[in-house]
């Protein structure tokens, strides 16, 4: 199977693991607001751009986007964290419980104001940031009452910490978190923001960005030096007892360092980018939910590089949804002609991508413009349009031993010529009912030539709430009709 075959189908699996996993993310979270509006003119008051506000909203950042990032891909997450007993922390706290984030453990501080960033935006573009914070490191009440509440969180199948130097990871809170990692055996995964590495010693694996990376390293790291790189990365990594580390490259993608395999890149494909914000925030929650389903590293870095080149492409603090990630990382349709077990992984993408899928069936011995005029109503019924085709066997046994003329091959790779046609599937039965058993169609379509209760699969479709739609069909235009003129039959006028 090929590379987007496994990664797709490792996704998949991550997708329909992740409810059963519960994440602990731990650091400085945030409360992002935004002001949109148009600018049309330079105040009178002073050099300044004028904006005239038409939106405001409030979103998750920091730790606490890294939450949310892992709540929108299905995981059930508890945050660790400190906000102030004052309004953006009343709010923090509500969208929270908005995205299902456990927050027994967001510890409330009298006299600390929750952090928050007040970003004034004017066609997807940063006009200013004004940010109300305290970034002293928490004092030992604080602390001892963050870890009390971890103590009574639900066991954690992996640590996230979200780094942003604002207080919450003191070297202490760090180092009790990684030895409780060790000690379960799960995974630690580390967003850093301090220059010195050597302060998450023992981490599974820490993702700096370029500028961390070389402000760790002490000095200049040209990225598409993979010789510099691999020495750099492996240098930090034994330097600090780390078991990995991903440097985030922004349009050059990742790279990712291991002792086991050396410098490995991770591509990232083009996108336009509208806003970075969050970016790492969305690595280290892919990242995380990757290793606690026990994925490798370079699987796991592929999946969180599709992941932030998703949040890359919107305004403002985002994440990533499973129908997203489903999309950027499906293999590629290189033959429409599939057997049955194929086509069902390509359905279960599909569904992940919210596509109606519209099926129907037949011979198709001598296609005909009838049969193009059903194919072309059949696939507007939804997104995509399976055709199930007979097998020469079935057809022998329904129609006679004269018959296919046309070997089922050859059948099958006309249909898929079609543009309006997206799978073709053979199937060997007298009737395709066990093939729409296995796709579950949203759509089941015949020729108005057949009367409902003559569709075979009726039942089995309507029984989990799909549809049987009969189309028109051409009249005089049958396969038959075309034999008896090759035999020398009557010739059809096409009425």
């Given amino acids: 199977m090929k590379p987007a075959f496994l990664l797709s189908r490792s996704l998949m699996e991550l997708l329909e693991h992740a409810p059963k996993l519960h994440i602990w993310v731990v650091g400085d979270a945030f409360l992002d607001d935004y002001i949109e509006g148009a600018?049309?003119?330079?105040?009178?008051?002073?050099?300044?751009?004028?904006?005239?506000?038409?939106?405001?909203?409030?979103?998750?950042?920091?730790?606490?986007?890294?939450?949310?990032?892992?709540a929108e891909l299905g995981?059930?997450?508890s945050l660790a964290a400190i906000a102030g007993?004052?309004?953006?922390?009343?709010?923090?706290?509500?969208?929270?419980?908005?995205?299902?984030?456990?927050?027994q453990c967001l510890i409330r501080v009298p006299d600390r104001p929750t952090i928050r960033k007040l970003r004034v935006m004017s066609r997807r573009q940063q006009?200013?940031?004004l940010d109300w914070e305290d970034t002293e490191p928490i004092d030992d009440q604080t602390r001892q009452a963050l870890f009390d509440a971890l103590d009574h969180a639900a066991p954690p199948d992996a640590i996230l910490l979200s780094d942003y130097a604002k207080g919450v990871l003191t070297d202490n809170v760090i180092q009790t978190l990684v030895e409780k990692g060790r000690n379960r055996n799960i995974p630690v995964v580390v967003d850093p923001k301090s220059r010195d590495f050597s302060r998450y010693s023992r981490a599974s694996i820490i993702a700096p960005n370029l500028s961390e990376f070389e402000t760790a390293a002490g000095r200049a790291v040209d990225p598409l030096d993979e010789t510099a790189m691999a020495e750099t990365?492996?240098?930090?990594?034994?330097?600090?007892?780390?078991?990995?580390l991903l440097i985030t490259l922004g349009e050059l993608?990742?790279?990712?360092?291991?002792?086991?395999?050396?410098?490995?890149?991770?591509?990232?494909?083009?996108?336009?980018?509208?806003?970075?914000?969050?970016?790492?925030?969305?690595?280290?929650?892919?990242?995380?939910?990757?290793?606690?389903?026990?994925?490798?590293?370079?699987?796991?870095?592929?999946?969180?590089?599709?992941?932030?080149?998703?949040?890359v492409g919107k305004a403002g603090t985002s994440t990533a949804s499973p129908a997203e990630l489903v999309e950027s990382l499906s293999p590629p349709l290189e033959n429409k002609i599939m057997d049955t077990n194929t086509l069902a992984e390509h359905v279960r993408w599909w569904r992940m991508?919210?596509?109606?899928?519209?099926?129907?069936?037949?011979?198709?011995?001598?296609?005909?413009?009838?049969?193009?005029?059903?194919?072309?109503?059949?696939?507007?019924?939804?997104?995509?349009?399976v055709v199930g085709l007979n097998t020469d066997a079935s057809i022998a046994r329904l129609k006679g031993a004269?018959?296919?003329?046309?070997?089922?091959?050859?059948?099958?790779?006309?249909?898929?010529?079609?543009?309006?046609?997206d799978a073709v599937v053979l199937f060997d039965e007298d009737t395709p009912v066990n093939l729409i058993h296995t796709i579950k169609p949203d759509v089941l379509v015949k020729g108005s030539d057949y009367r409902m209760d003559q569709v075979v699969g009726r039942e089995v479709v309507e029984k989990y709430g799909g549809r049987v739609v009969l189309v028109d069909f051409l009249p005089n235009q049958s396969t038959s009709l075309l034999i008896e003129r090759i035999r020398g039959g009557p010739r059809n006028n096409g009425a």
């Fill in 353 to 385: 991508r919210k596509k109606r899928i519209v099926f129907t069936n037949g011979c198709f011995d001598l296609l005909h413009v009838g049969h193009l005029h059903i194919l072309n109503q059949a696939a507007a019924q939804g997104d995509l349009l």
């Fill in 253 to 311: 993608g990742m790279a990712l360092w291991s002792p086991e395999n050396g410098l490995k890149r991770v591509d990232t494909r083009a996108r336009e980018v509208y806003d970075v914000t969050g970016a790492g925030d969305t690595v280290v929650a892919a990242l995380g939910l990757c290793l606690a389903a026990k994925m490798d590293f370079q699987t796991a870095a592929m999946i969180a590089n599709a992941a932030a080149g998703i949040v």
């Fill in 233 to 244: 990365a492996k240098s930090l990594c034994e330097n600090c007892r780390l078991d990995a």
């Fill in 402 to 421: 004269d018959r296919p003329l046309i070997a089922e091959h050859e059948r099958a790779s006309m249909l898929a010529a079609f543009d309006c046609v």
């Fill in 85 to 103: 007993r004052d309004a953006p922390g009343h709010a923090l706290a509500e969208l929270c419980a908005e995205k299902n984030i456990d927050t």
């Fill in 127 to 129: 006009m200013i940031r």
């Fill in 75 to 77: 995981a059930r997450v």
């Fill in 39 to 70: 600018i049309k003119r330079v105040s009178p008051e002073a050099p300044v751009q004028v904006v005239n506000v038409e939106n405001q909203f409030q979103r998750l950042g920091g730790a606490a986007n890294v939450a949310n990032g892992l």
